[in-house]
């Protein structure tokens, strides 16, 4: 719901693991932003075990690998951000928690920090 309603951005740090479940849930609706002119960035951990995920992401979104960072949220449009709460490697996915807040101050301050982040990161390209 929140990635529908994107108007500019979509930023999302995940995990490894993450970047592999995000491609089978998000592709499609990531897919009719790409259409839309929203600009899609993912940063997460590229491994062998996700290359390929990574590379078909590829096509509707900007990929970088990061390697330094371990967290799992989502930014749009620096209004609003979608943070999980748990490692994805210490629960199950059934009892995973994740937090909705519409809050620019917040918002925009984990944008910022994505942004910085996103600046050390490698291309998927260069992998």
């Known amino acids: 719901m929140m990635l529908k309603g994107a108007q500019k951005n979509i ?6 693991e993450g970047l592999i479940r995000k491609a ?11 259409k839309k002119g929203v600009k899609i960035r993912i940063a997460a951990p590229i491994t062998p075990k996700n ?6 992401l590829n096509k509707v979104a ?12 989502a930014v749009v449009d620096g209004k609003e951000v979608l943070f999980m709460t748990m490692d994805d490697q210490e629960v199950h996915p059934n009892y ?19 942004d910085e982040s996103w600046k050390s990161m490698k291309p998927l390209r260069s992998l």
């Open 62 to 73: 900007e990929i970088r690998h990061i390697d330094k960072v371990k967290s799992r949220f």
């Open 11 to 16: 930023s999302i740090m995940t995990t490894a």
């Open 96 to 114: 995973d928690i994740g937090v909705w807040v519409n809050t620019k101050f917040f918002a925009s301050t984990l944008a910022h920090f994505f």
């Open 24 to 34: 089978e849930a998000l592709k499609p609706i990531l897919e009719k932003m790409k």
């Open 51 to 56: 290359i390929k995920v990574a590379k078909e």
